[in-house]
């Protein structure tokens, strides 16, 4: 598709406004034809995919899909060929109006005057404003640049239309709606400048539909332009609408006015050509690396930005497992290539300068700026990646805890609760004695009280299950069942209990005798009972710390439990001697008992019995949290380990960052043997692996005793990877300028005393020793050499080692410069007088002539490049070695 960078770039902002003013009174009462709608729904949907799929995405509803803002700030960024600033990726209304004012701020940076448009109508998905939004985005980006004898967007397309199209019958465009309607127009501008492409002696006037399928297939097909609209959109309206028609033929516009470039590149006969043929496949060589390194980060970032949740600890360590191999085995050589790929790009662009001939500028998409950013993209999308499976990995440790959690106080729950329900609807103190109804009465008190204890257990349950459904628990469902079951039993059991209450209240007033030691007992051993219940739940919990003070934490409230049980001992003695205080009064009195408290089921053997299971369990705990403290010990140790390694391996490589530095600035001796001492130099950095490596086996064994925080050293394995990789980039690049230094001596003929001389002025007016300066130490540098600079000499002179406009200039641009204008260089003049002489003084060359000239391959290389000759003097199989030759040293790209 259309690159519209360079037009927008150049564009007038007094043109852009004046036109923009007359194209923003778009008339918004049009829109409401239903027709017109569709025709430019569609139009505007294909011009925006057009440009999105460059950057991997589409739209498919266009007042919906811009709603957020994030697809409209790209594809103003891919038109324009611009950043914009961060958007929100909050999913809030503030968020999406945010993101929408950039977008419209950036449109009206650009001098467009936007009418009536505000971001609260876009965000609220107005088919009206967000339409005449894109209609004013494509008069700027797309129609707005369009120029043709003095005149301009609209007016110039369709002065370029009506000349394109001229000499076709039945066609006559004078407008962007009635004058397309037969589909003819679109087939003359295709076979105007790609005739083989259409038969257009074979179209009707009377056949539109199939005239129109005709244009747009073979505009998709061969053109790479997009199916914009339908036939029968076009053909079924009485006028089609005139910003969908000048949409698509802008398209056509753009599509065909780069097309007619010539191709010419050469040296000096057989040295002209054979540096085009190399620098040729040094192009070649660098698009396919290129491609190479943007299609596998195409491919890897997706898995890294994959954030499909697993169920279980073991499945996210197995990614985690994937992620190492990954940093490990997969992405050290791609970053090898990275490098490669600069080192390439730079000595070619060194060549191209020394032979005269234009900067290399990758397709679009591969330049060093975009795989720079694609690798950027794939740092923050690995970076994130990683923080992502630590996190997920914490989260199921806390979820399979809640879990085990949750389902043993159910459990505990659940075997309290049995049974009760049968026992609160009996009946039986309707045929109970007086004695017996009163029991039966203090007994539910102290089922009441035992009832109120559990109180805390079952909001503990509902508690625990609403955790689970927050953090995203995959068996959320059976737990919520569970917990529902629960709930809904207690509820009954509060109701029964409160019924039964009522019940044997109103039977104890006929009731008068009690057992107080009876009702004693039980109101204390339900209680204790309870403790004991909590307390063996508590020597049973789950625990899980990451570092010393939080198991020393629990060690400390262990620690403090156990001092609770004497005075815990005591009570449980208390509540025994009251059982035997009414075992020694029935025996005294002749009582028969029946051998059970009437007010509680807790017996004394039941206390004893959980009494010795929980103090069973005390050392149990014991020796799990002293296993805990000595993991948490262990652990410590891998932390200090590798903090003294990472510090280690962080002061070298700020040390070496340094070191390079300084030695990119001051080196001395010949360029051989700078090369020599900064490639030993390399060696000797490289040697250094092994402690990178150890320092990657640490950090590993980190990772596996899922330590996630080292309060050691505040370098983090990430950090120093970056930085190493750094160091290695930087040592690959100056030794790079160094033998580009060599390539630009040996092709210009400089000694190594010049050499030296440029390098001590440079540095002389380097005043940062950054290795470059700015524009007003440059020009005391020009002028200590002996130019008498005016403002205009100057200013061209910065066009040449700044084409970049960065207001910064290198040692490289220098020289280059500067061997430029003291060495004697080929032109175009001198290759056409070759050719001229080759052609026994002829305007045209033929190739016959060539081939008895030249060497078979070069021969063949210009015969294949040659345009045919049409001077008055032109012979059959005549080739045009002029143009040939000014091309040579043009923009053209053989």
Not at 117 to 146: C, H, S
Not at 289 to 307: F, G, K, M, Y
Not at 548 to 576: C, D, M, P, V, Y
Not at 718 to 740: D, F, K, P, S, Y
Request: net charge negative; aromatic share 8%; hydrophobic share 35%.
């Amino acid at each position: 598709m259309v690159d519209y960078h360079a037009a927008n770039n150049q564009a007038s902002t007094g043109g852009v406004q004046t036109y923009m003013e007359q194209e923003n009174d778009w008339d918004r009462d049009l829109l409401l034809d239903p027709a017109w709608e569709k025709q430019q729904r569609k139009t505007f949907t294909a011009w925006c995919n057009s440009h999105l799929r460059k950057a991997g995405t589409q739209i498919e509803n266009i007042e919906e899909d811009f709603r957020d803002g994030l697809k409209l700030m790209l594809l103003l960024e891919v038109i324009s060929g611009e950043r914009l600033p961060k958007p929100e990726r909050g999913k809030m209304r503030v968020h999406k109006i945010n993101n929408v004012n950039k977008a419209l701020d950036f449109i009206a940076s650009k001098g467009v005057k936007l009418v009536s448009i505000g971001a609260e109508e876009i965000v609220d998905g107005n088919a009206k404003m967000t339409l005449g939004m894109i209609w004013t985005i494509i008069l700027r980006f797309a129609i707005q640049d369009i120029s043709v004898e003095e005149t301009s967007a609209k007016e110039g397309l369709l002065l370029w239309c009506q000349r394109k199209t001229a000499p076709y019958k039945n066609v006559n465009v004078q407008n962007f709606h009635i004058s397309w309607k037969d589909g003819l127009a679109f087939n003359a501008l295709i076979h105007r400048h790609r005739p083989d492409l259409i038969d257009y002696e074979s179209l009707r006037k009377d056949d539109p539909v199939t005239n129109l399928n005709n244009a747009f297939e073979v505009a998709e097909k061969h053109l790479d332009i997009p199916k914009m609209l339908d036939a029968e959109d076009i053909v079924g309206t009485l006028r089609p609408d005139e910003k969908a028609i000048m949409t698509y033929v802008s398209c056509f516009y753009h599509a065909f006015s780069g097309a007619q470039k010539a191709e010419t590149a050469a040296n000096r006969i057989c040295k002209v050509l054979a540096v085009n043929q190399e620098n040729e496949q040094m192009m070649e060589d660098y698009e396919k690396l290129a491609s190479d390194l943007l299609e596998w980060i195409r491919r890897t970032v997706p898995w890294l930005e994959n954030r499909t949740q697993e169920k279980t600890v073991n499945d996210m360590q197995a990614k985690q497992e994937d992620f190492r191999d990954y940093r490990c085995v997969h992405k050290p050589p791609k970053v090898q290539e990275k490098c490669q790929l600069e080192i390439s790009f730079n000595t070619l662009q060194t060549k191209l300068r020394l032979s005269n001939r234009p900067a290399f500028m990758p397709s679009e998409g591969r330049m060093v700026s975009d795989i720079n950013g694609a690798w950027h993209t794939l740092e923050g999308a690995e970076k994130g990646y990683e923080e992502w499976i630590l996190s997920e990995i914490r989260r199921l440790e806390r979820l399979e805890h809640l879990a085990e959690k949750f389902h043993q106080k159910a459990a505990i729950h659940e075997s309290w609760t049995d049974g009760k329900e049968a026992m609160l609807t009996q009946k039986d103190y309707e045929t109970s004695t007086l004695s017996e109804v009163k029991a039966l009465l203090r007994k539910h008190e102290a089922f009441e009280s035992d009832l109120a204890a559990h109180q805390d257990r079952v909001e503990q349950i509902a508690a625990i299950a609403q955790e689970l459904n927050e953090l995203d628990y995959y068996d959320s469902a059976s737990v919520n069942a569970r917990c529902q079951k629960i709930c809904d039993q207690w509820d009954s059991l509060g109701a029964l209990t409160l019924s039964r209450k009522e019940s044997l209240e109103r039977t104890e007033k006929q009731l008068e005798s009690i057992d107080e030691l009876y009702l004693e007992y039980a109101k204390r051993a339900a209680p204790f009972n309870n403790w004991m219940e909590g307390a063996m739940e508590d020597l049973q919990d789950m625990f899980i710390v990451h570092n010393i003070e939080e198991i020393q934490g629990l060690i400390t409230a262990h620690e403090q439990f156990k001092s609770t049980l004497s005075e815990a001992n005591k009570e449980r003695e208390a509540i025994q001697s009251i059982q035997a205080e009414v075992q020694k009064i029935a025996q005294s009195n002749g009582i028969k008992l029946s051998g059970a408290n009437p007010y509680t089921t807790i017996t004394p053997e039941s206390i004893d019995s959980k009494w010795e299971k929980a103090m069973a369990m005390v050392p149990l705990r014991d020796n799990a949290l002293q296993d805990e403290l000595n993991k948490q010990n262990s652990n410590d140790t891998l932390r200090a380990k590798f903090a003294t390694q990472a510090n280690t391996v962080g002061a070298y490589i700020q040390e070496k960052m340094e070191e390079i530095g300084r030695i990119s600035i001051e080196m001395n001796g010949t360029l051989e043997d700078q090369l020599t001492n900064l490639k030993d130099y390399q060696t000797n950095i490289m040697s250094y692996m092994p402690e990178i490596n150890k320092l990657e086996g640490s950090h590993q064994l980190i990772q596996e005793a899922l330590i996630f925080d080292n309060q050691y050293t505040s370098y983090t394995m990430e950090h120093l990877r970056v930085g190493w990789e750094q160091l290695l980039t930087t040592i690959a690049r100056t030794i790079n300028e160094v033998e580009n230094q060599i390539l630009t001596r040996d092709a210009k003929g400089i000694s190594q005393e010049q050499l030296f001389e440029y390098r001590a002025s440079f540095n002389h007016f380097d005043k940062k020793r950054s290795g470059q300066m700015v524009s007003e130490d440059f020009r005391a540098l020009l002028i200590s050499t002996g130019n008498s600079l005016g403002d205009s000499e100057f200013a061209r002179i910065m066009s040449i080692v700044d084409p970049n406009g960065s207001g910064a200039v290198t040692f490289q641009a220098f020289i280059d410069f500067m061997s430029t204008e003291t060495t004697d260089t080929d032109t175009a003049d001198q290759v056409i007088a070759s050719f001229k002489i080759l052609a026994a003084d002829k305007n045209y060359i033929t190739a016959d002539e060539l081939r008895r000239e030249l060497p078979p391959t070069q021969a063949e290389y210009c015969i294949a490049r040659m345009a045919p000759y049409s001077g008055p003097d032109a012979v059959p199989g005549a080739l045009d070695y002029m143009s040939f030759s000014t091309a040579l040293y043009g923009e053209s790209d053989l």
